[in-house]
């Protein structure tokens, strides 16, 4: 008999118990998410849409100049597939051809609701090459690259 209150007992305790782990054990949501971040480039104000990869920004040191001994500039790659907005091809190429000056790039960085959450001026910048390719001609897709030597960049 007291053997069975003790069994009773120690299950009255350990019920209570395996129903808070079995409703703890179900995933709960954190409030902490991986915002979806977005680089639009910018040049005299005409915005060339998003591009999905920017390389060569880690070549530049804290103050915004090349991180090399003797280079006065790093090359910027900038690609994107399936253009939609203006080609920034088109534009690189007008600015080889008629032998423009130095231009200034704005690459700003969005999030999924718009708000600015960062902006790089990549200063005193030449097209270097430019590349377009078919990648789905039935969609109409193309993989646009462009590369820049950029001479600083600049955070705001």
Known sequence: MYRNKIILRVALL??????????????????????????????????YGAFDQID?????????????????????????????????YLWAKNRMQRKMGLQDIHLITEDEDGNVVSQLVLQLCQPLSWSVESTNPSLGGFNETIDFAVQKITSF
Not at 24 to 41: D, E, R
Not at 59 to 75: I, V
Request: a negative charge; glycine letters at 8%; charged letters at 20%.
């Open 56 to 88: 060569g920004l880690q070549l530049f040191a804290e103050d915004g100049y090349p991180d090399t001994d003797g280079d006065t500039y790093q090359t910027v790659r900038l690609s994107r597939e399936f253009v939609t907005d203006p080609s920034l």
């Open 14 to 47: 350990l019920v209570p118990m395996i129903a808070v782990i079995a409703v703890g054990s179900h995933q709960i949501k954190a409030a902490f998410y991986n915002p979806v971040l977005t680089t639009y480039v910018e040049i005299d104000g005409v915005n």
